[in-house]
């Protein structure tokens, strides 16, 4: 009898070792799915989360665009030229697009005019043209800027006190009035309350087939700096170039060149330059510009389809910076220019042929625009 008493026992005892097993095990399982199942709600979270932007200097949306893509929702975008802005508005009917004078916008009380309360905003984005400071120099502050464009950029950013901002520019504005146009933006940043950080990025490095430097100034809030950090993307290991992006791009219009400058342009061979067809034909195009020093290399220059574009401009047919179709003896179309700008092909722009040249000409390159923008979110997704 104890014999069997002692055997049940054994029995029980291993029953209830193998239960706080089993249960143990449970825990354990639940635990780490628990784990998972937060580390995976908190993904899911980043990955939907729309961050704020309010876009100032707009254009015809090359930045926007960019921005867009990396996953931030625009408040609103303000843009001067009706024919710009009609390109927003035609592209983007959801867009809040303001046509109006950007010092009619800066003055007003902006956290109103946007539903959004100081501090709120993750992102103000935008580029004020270059001009110089009346007042440079003087250390007045914001009063430094009053009278140029960029007087208003900063009024945004002393208004609303955006988490981040991102204000591109011409990479001359870093020698523009011997620096000192430069120096006192980034004065005047610092003083809105802001740690600067400023890189010259090429297109070229970030999917885009064509050379175009941009200087890149990023503002984080002194308030957020010890919460998370920025780093500028990397430059893809690709670099394109037009053979890339020509061969199948989509019939638009475009500018001819007249039938004199169309025939030098067919004895210029895909990458040459004036230099490259006979002496006195090349005198008697160039005239005055014969006599100029330097290289001259922008003269009669017909691009390659294993080069990048060299940087778009916002006219087709310059004298001196002639960018010929590296197949045809003319200009790049509108919407050939826009493949170089990495604009969507239906992405359409609005005005006569002149102002959409002029557009594609001024804006930001899609690519280079969503890299910068990609690490701009991770920056705000840590915190």
Known sequence: MTTVTSHHTKISKLQETANVSVISSMNKNLSANSLSLIKTTKDTHKLQKKFSCIELFAGAGGLALGIEKAGFNALGLVEFDKDASDTLKKNRPNWRVIHDDVKNISCLNLQEYFGIKRGELDLLSGGAPCQSFSYAGKRLGLEDARGTLFYHYAKFLEQLQPKMFLFENVKGLLSHDKGRTYKTILEIFETCGYKIQKQVLNAWDYGVAQKRERLITIGIRNDLIEKTHFEFPTPHKYKPVLRDIL???????????????????????????????????????????????????????????????????????????????PLEARPFTIRENARCQSFPDNWKFCGSVGQQYKQVGNAVPVNLAYDIAKKIKETLEEL
Request: charged share 30%; hydrophobic share 25%; proline share 9%.
């Open 247 to 325: 061969l199948d791009c989509p019939k638009s219009e475009g500018t001819p060149y007249s039938a004199y400058k169309k025939k030098i342009f067919e004895m210029v061979p895909p990458g040459g330059y004036w230099r490259d067809i006979p002496e006195d034909i090349a005198k008697e195009y160039m005239k005055s510009c014969w006599n100029m020093e330097g290289g001259r290399t922008g003269i009669l220059r017909r691009l390659s389809l294993d080069e990048p574009s060299l940087t778009v401009l916002t006219s087709p047919s310059q004298k001196q910076t002639d960018r010929c179709h």
